[in-house]
């Protein structure tokens, strides 16, 4: 079943009913100042860091849900409605939300009239603008009381839902015509402050909770909307909001336009103040006045627009199946850039408070929109390699407003390190851009520490190669990719961290999986040190490589599959005589994508495992047979309900792994057949069961042994975004950037007939038509570059402005 469909001409999805399965949200900015909107008008703002500087409040695990957001009430009569149905869930006439590319457009209508709520954030400004528009489609005249409303948070959300003994205290506005200011702690040590604020002198405010929705009144019957109106209440303390009254008569057939918007300000300290205790608004001001011209709202849209047509423009399909053509051309690439910016902070399943931006998390998401912003790639690598200490371990995570590491989960994830390699190499392979490799960076934050950051890539390889266990495996730490596999952790006391709790370094398990990783991204590294003409280095790790791929095929192959791990006592994990969890998913993707086995058989033999053992019709779980029981040996794994996250649920990051693996022993009908199997467009039908938004991944869907097979959760912030993106541009369709060119080595179903992909790459334009009237799953015959034939299957970089016509030949 579907609430809704595509509109891919416009680049949208369009909603048709409020009452889909969960709040579908939609990310709104880019670049500073973000908004999470669902498609019921619900969600909240902040600047930069969804913990530290969130704008306005939300509350997690409410009922019902999605309880707080950007509201408009439209009195008319004795009807309250709202134009996005929540939160009074008046019946509406018509509704409808649709979705787009960094802006959401909400329409309901009821006895008559019609309201259109436009919400964006607009290029390089820091603010959110809501346009309402309202129209009277009856033959009577209206009039209308409008009242827009949001909750105003503290600042630090997780002291503005925890400590309210000070915080009931501290809530402080002021109100300047328009315009609502939230200046709670800006008399001490805050220089920023947020204001909403109207294009429109209005008739009416409320700045204190109480007085708008009443001590026991609620969001879905506020006393102010269904009473008597707004009484200019100033918070102090408590819970300040931002609500106004407009009153508004619309003759017949007549519209009216209301601009709302929700800035964010910082001044200098020596600013701060226009006088004792009243905010300098100088740059409020300048804010307002930038949109005051009605034509600024569609100028901003019209900008913003134009920046994804020239993101997308960087990778473009025309497959002739539709399907596969929106999740290239938008959705997929969307959810890429909004991986990117929010890497596993805040969406509708993590709260912003929890988790800062995580290492491996961010590393994986350059492999998703480096071909976007290689600029903001660059950066984000210097960011994320600050955070490494000298013995080239990682801090796991780190807070977005001050790049400083997270002290509370620290460091010990072996897999960390590596993924630095993986996420500079397709850097390296975008741009060509090898001065990156000289930027001197930090070490721990430390700027008396900093070296190039080639010597961060050094390091990255040499922690593993270092950190070798009995098998000559590398120690999985306090987890690998996979953050529930504790092998070191032995928690028995509740709510101790799966994560930091035990010791770190345990000197006996090990991990597969980082083997697998240690060859895939330890031949990136030899192919940058053979650039750079560092021989001796190269063939030394080559050397460490070779040993590796020995190792992995020895300790590390099971008969049929790849193992997972050793355990602290140096038992299997992931193999046949395993009671439970015999096969896991992770290092038969890892490993083969790595080449390992692929000319000795025994990645066929995996792969063919993990078809027999893992698929699914929803997807391939990660392991089985799932955990049945808690197992202190391996930690979080077996804390969940078999079926769900890590403990055998469908997790969608590793799909994708498996389509590069098939794609890299050429077999494209399976490659493709696992990539449509969670592709969202392609189960879009089953929206009742799948339950998360149908035009983004989500991270998990409840595997086979779970009651609720099928069912997604934690959807928008996964590296699936990445993953799957790069499976498919790179590994199905195969436009595989490279140092020196690009591969041109697709993987596709027989029954394909050809394709034809637009890229743009390190500044040239390559239109590359593929022809497989031949029917081929793999192996390029012939190709052709601006109608010259050249032999194997790399085309050299190109001039920067020039178009490329690129025509190859399966067979
Ligand atoms: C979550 C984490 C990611 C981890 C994965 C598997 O998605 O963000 O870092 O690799 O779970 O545990
Ligand atoms: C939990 C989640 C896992 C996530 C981790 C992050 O363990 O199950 O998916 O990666 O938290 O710390």
Same mark, same amino acid.
């Given at each position: 079943?579907?609430?809704?469909?595509?509109?891919?001409?416009?680049?949208?999805?369009?909603?048709?009913?409020?009452?889909?399965?969960?709040?579908?949200? +939609?990310?709104?900015?880019?670049?500073?100042?973000?908004?999470?909107?669902?498609?019921?008008?619900?969600?909240?703002?902040? %600047?930069?860091?969804?913990?530290? *500087?969130?704008?306005?409040?939300?509350?997690? +695990?409410?009922?019902?849900?999605?309880?707080?957001?950007?509201?408009?009430? @439209?009195?008319?009569?004795?009807?309250?409605?709202? &134009?996005?149905?929540?939160?009074?869930?008046?019946?509406?006439?018509?509704?409808?939300?649709?979705?787009?590319?960094?802006?959401?457009?909400?329409?309901?209508?009821?006895?008559?009239?019609?309201?259109?709520?436009?919400? =964006?954030?607009?290029?390089?400004?820091?603010?959110?603008?809501?346009?309402?528009?309202?129209? +009277?489609?009856?033959? /009577?005249?209206?009039?209308?009381?409008?009242?827009?409303?949001?909750?105003?948070?503290?600042?630090?959300?997780?002291?503005?839902?925890? +400590?309210?003994?000070?915080?009931?205290?501290?809530?402080?506005?002021?109100?300047?015509?328009?315009?609502?200011?939230?200046?709670?702690?800006? *008399?001490?040590? *805050?220089?920023?402050?947020?204001?909403?604020?109207?294009?429109?002198?209005?008739?009416?405010?409320?700045?204190?909770?109480?007085?708008?929705?009443?001590?026991? /009144?609620?969001?879905?019957?506020?006393?102010?909307?269904?009473?008597?109106?707004?009484?200019?209440?100033?918070?102090?303390?408590?819970?300040?909001?931002?609500?106004?009254?407009?009153?508004?008569?619309?003759?017949?057939?007549?519209?009216?336009?209301?601009?709302?918007?929700?800035?964010? @300000?910082?001044?200098?300290?020596?600013?701060?103040?226009?006088?004792?205790?009243?905010?300098?608004?100088?740059?409020?001001?300048?804010?307002?006045?930038?949109?005051?011209?009605?034509?600024?709202?569609?100028?901003?849209?019209?900008?913003?627009?134009?920046?994804?047509?020239?993101?997308?423009?960087?990778?473009?399909?025309?497959?002739?199946?539709?399907?596969?053509?929106?999740?290239?051309?938008?959705?997929?690439?969307?959810?890429?850039?909004?991986?990117?910016?929010?890497?596993?902070?805040?969406?509708?399943?993590?709260?912003?408070?929890?988790? /800062?931006?995580?290492?491996?998390?961010?590393?994986?998401?350059?492999?998703?929109?480096?071909?976007?912003?290689?600029?903001?790639?660059?950066?984000?690598?210097?960011? @994320?390699?600050?955070?490494?200490?000298?013995?080239?371990? !990682?801090?796991?995570?780190?807070?977005?407003?001050?790049?400083?590491?997270?002290?509370?989960?620290?460091?010990?994830?072996?897999?960390?390190?590596?993924?630095?390699?993986?996420?500079?190499?397709?850097?390296?392979?975008?741009?060509?851009?090898?001065?990156?490799?000289?930027?001197?960076?930090?070490?721990?934050?430390?700027?008396?520490?900093?070296?190039?950051?080639?010597?961060?890539?050094? *390091?990255?390889?040499? %922690?593993?190669?270092?950190?070798?266990?009995?098998?000559?495996?590398?120690?999985?730490?306090?987890?690998?990719?996979?953050?529930?596999?504790?092998?070191?952790?032995?928690?028995?006391?509740?709510?101790?961290?799966?994560?930091?709790?035990?010791?770190?370094?345990?000197?006996?398990?090990?991990?597969?999986?980082?083997?697998?990783?240690?060859?895939?991204?330890?031949?990136?590294?030899?192919?940058?040190?053979?650039?750079?003409?560092?021989?001796?280095?190269?063939?030394?790790?080559?050397?460490?490589?070779?040993?590796?791929?020995?190792?992995?095929?020895?300790?590390?192959?099971?008969?049929?599959?790849?193992?997972?791990?050793?355990?602290?006592?140096?038992? #299997?994990?992931?193999?046949?005589?395993?009671?439970?969890?015999?096969?896991?998913?992770?290092?038969?993707?890892?490993?083969?994508?790595?080449?390992?086995?692929?000319?000795?058989?025994?990645?066929?033999?995996?792969?063919?495992?993990?078809?027999?053992?893992?698929?699914?019709?929803?997807?391939?779980?990660?392991?089985? &047979?799932? %955990?049945?029981?808690?197992?202190?040996?391996?930690?979080?794994?077996?804390?969940?309900?078999?079926?769900?996250?890590?403990?055998? /649920?469908?997790?969608?990051?590793?799909? &994708?792994?498996?389509?590069?693996?098939?794609?890299?022993?050429?077999?494209?009908?399976?490659?493709?057949?696992?990539?449509?199997?969670?592709?969202?467009?392609?189960?879009?039908?089953?929206?009742?069961?799948?339950?998360?938004?149908?035009? #983004?991944?989500?991270?998990?869907?409840?595997?086979?042994?779970?009651?609720?097979?099928?069912?997604?959760?934690?959807?928008? =912030?996964?590296?699936?975004? !990445?993953?799957?993106?790069?499976?498919?541009?790179?590994?199905?369709?195969?436009?595989?950037?490279?140092?020196?060119?690009?591969?041109?080595?697709?993987?596709?179903?027989?029954?394909?007939?050809?394709?034809?992909?637009?890229?743009?790459?390190?500044?040239?334009?390559?239109?590359?038509?593929?022809?497989?009237?031949?029917?081929?799953?793999?192996?390029? #015959?012939?190709?052709?570059?601006?109608?010259?034939?050249?032999?194997?299957?790399?085309?050299?970089?190109?001039?920067?402005?020039?178009?490329?016509? #690129?025509?190859?030949?399966?067979?």
């Amino acid at each position: 079943m579907q609430y809704g469909y595509f509109d891919d001409a416009r680049r949208e999805y369009v909603i048709t009913t409020p009452r889909t399965p969960l709040p579908w949200i +939609n990310y709104l900015g880019s670049e500073a100042f973000f908004t999470l909107l669902s498609n019921t008008a619900g969600g909240y703002s902040f %600047y930069k860091d969804a913990r530290l *500087r969130r704008i306005t409040r939300y509350r997690y +695990n409410a009922s019902p849900l999605d309880g707080e957001g950007f509201r408009v009430y @439209i009195r008319d009569g004795e009807t309250v409605w709202n &134009p996005g149905w929540q939160p009074v869930q008046t019946e509406l006439d018509r509704y409808q939300c649709r979705h787009g590319l960094g802006y959401s457009v909400l329409e309901g209508a009821k006895n008559g009239v019609t309201a259109t709520q436009e919400l =964006l954030v607009p290029n390089g400004d820091d603010c959110l603008l809501t346009r309402l528009t309202l129209r +009277n489609d009856s033959s /009577g005249t209206k009039r209308l009381e409008v009242f827009p409303y949001i909750e105003i948070c503290l600042w630090d959300t997780m002291d503005d839902s925890s +400590n309210f003994q000070r915080n009931f205290s501290t809530g402080e506005v002021e109100v300047c015509g328009a315009a609502v200011y939230h200046k709670t702690e800006y *008399r001490e040590r *805050r220089d920023h402050f947020a204001f909403f604020w109207a294009d429109r002198e209005p008739d009416g405010f409320d700045t204190a909770r109480e007085a708008f929705l009443g001590v026991y /009144g609620s969001p879905a019957r506020p006393r102010a909307v269904f009473g008597g109106g707004c009484t200019g209440s100033i918070a102090h303390g408590w819970q300040p909001v931002a609500a106004q009254q407009h009153t508004l008569l619309l003759p017949p057939g007549g519209s009216v336009r209301l601009l709302f918007g929700l800035g964010y @300000i910082e001044n200098p300290r020596e600013e701060k103040w226009e006088r004792p205790g009243v905010v300098n608004k100088t740059r409020a001001e300048a804010m307002m006045a930038r949109y005051a011209d009605p034509a600024a709202f569609d100028a901003a849209m019209d900008a913003l627009r134009a920046r994804w047509d020239g993101l997308l423009s960087a990778y473009q399909l025309c497959s002739g199946e539709e399907k596969l053509d929106r999740m290239v051309n938008i959705w997929n690439q969307y959810q890429c850039m909004v991986t990117f910016n929010m890497s596993r902070s805040a969406s509708y399943f993590e709260s912003g408070m929890g988790r /800062g931006m995580g290492f491996r998390d961010s590393c994986q998401d350059l492999l998703g929109f480096v071909h976007m912003i290689p600029e903001r790639a660059r950066e984000r690598i210097l960011d @994320i390699a600050a955070t490494q200490f000298p013995d080239g371990s !990682a801090y796991h995570q780190y807070q977005p407003l001050t790049k400083k590491g997270n002290l509370a989960v620290g460091s010990g994830f072996n897999d960390d390190p590596l993924w630095l390699i993986a996420g500079t190499d397709a850097y390296l392979r975008e741009t060509g851009d090898w001065s990156i490799l000289d930027e001197r960076v930090d070490f721990d934050n430390d700027p008396a520490l900093a070296r190039p950051l080639l010597e961060h890539l050094r *390091r990255s390889f040499d %922690y593993t190669r270092t950190h070798l266990g009995p098998h000559g495996l590398p120690l999985i730490g306090r987890a690998d990719w996979n953050d529930c596999l504790n092998l070191n952790c032995f928690s028995e006391h509740p709510g101790e961290s799966f994560q930091t709790t035990g010791p770190s370094e345990g000197p006996v398990a090990e991990s597969v999986f980082i083997g697998g990783m240690f060859v895939q991204y330890g031949r990136a590294w030899v192919d940058i040190l053979r650039h750079l003409a560092l021989e001796a280095e190269a063939d030394a790790a080559q050397r460490d490589v070779d040993a590796m791929v020995q190792t992995v095929l020895s300790a590390g192959w099971d008969g049929a599959w790849f193992r997972r791990a050793y355990d602290a006592e140096g038992r #299997v994990v992931g193999g046949a005589a395993c009671e439970e969890g015999q096969i896991f998913i992770e290092p038969q993707g890892m490993c083969v994508m790595a080449g390992i086995g692929v000319e000795t058989g025994e990645a066929a033999a995996a792969l063919k495992s993990v078809e027999e053992r893992l698929d699914t019709k929803y997807g391939i779980v990660l392991l089985q &047979p799932a %955990y049945t029981r808690y197992r202190l040996e391996l930690g979080e794994i077996s804390s969940y309900p078999p079926g769900y996250k890590e403990n055998a /649920g469908i997790f969608c990051h590793n799909n &994708p792994w498996i389509v590069c693996a098939e794609a890299e022993l050429g077999h494209g009908d399976r490659a493709f057949a696992v990539y449509r199997r969670t592709a969202p467009a392609y189960i879009e039908d089953i929206s009742d069961i799948h339950r998360t938004e149908p035009y #983004v991944y989500s991270q998990m869907i409840a595997g086979r042994d779970a009651p609720s097979f099928g069912e997604a959760k934690n959807s928008w =912030l996964t590296g699936t975004a !990445a993953w799957t993106f790069l499976s498919i541009s790179q590994a199905i369709l195969g436009v595989k950037p490279e140092l020196d060119g690009l591969r041109i080595n697709p993987c596709i179903p027989g029954k394909c007939r050809g394709f034809t992909v637009t890229r743009r790459w390190r500044g040239a334009t390559y239109r590359i038509h593929v022809d497989n009237t031949a029917g081929a799953e793999h192996g390029v #015959v012939s190709l052709t570059v601006d109608g010259a034939a050249v032999p194997g299957n790399l085309i050299p970089p190109a001039a920067p402005g020039s178009t490329v016509e #690129v025509e190859a030949v399966m067979g």
